[in-house]
């Protein structure tokens, strides 16, 4: 049996001190959004270049924040560059996490499913 890479354990390093460091960030930028955003994942690229955030955002326009935090990602970018101290500094990019969305849609399917029986 394989061992674990050592460097999925570095990755998963990485991934939660992005979470932590960006959550701090982005509670900063988007003070005036209305909305309670969540970063619901991280993945970084196993060379560290990228990293995709998946955020969720409850009482707001979740698509108002994406376009957001895309506008001002030069910014949030600039803040975490500030915060790593490591050689490489993965790029940030954002996406909505809708699986929130989706299991509500199925539970409502099932629940209308169940009435219709």
Known sequence: MEEPRKNSH?????????????????????????????????ETSGDMRWSKIWISALGGDEDKILQFLKDN????????NQKFATKIIPRLQFFLDTSGKYAQHIDE????????S
């Open 109 to 116: 399917v099932l629940k209308k499913i169940k009435e219709d």
């Open 73 to 80: 990602i030069y910014d949030i970018q600039g803040e975490m």
């Open 10 to 42: 570095r990755i998963a390093k990485v991934n939660s001190l992005i979470e932590k460091e960006l959550g701090i960030i982005l509670r900063e930028f988007l003070v005036g959004q209305n909305a309670l955003v969540t970063i619901t994942k991280v």
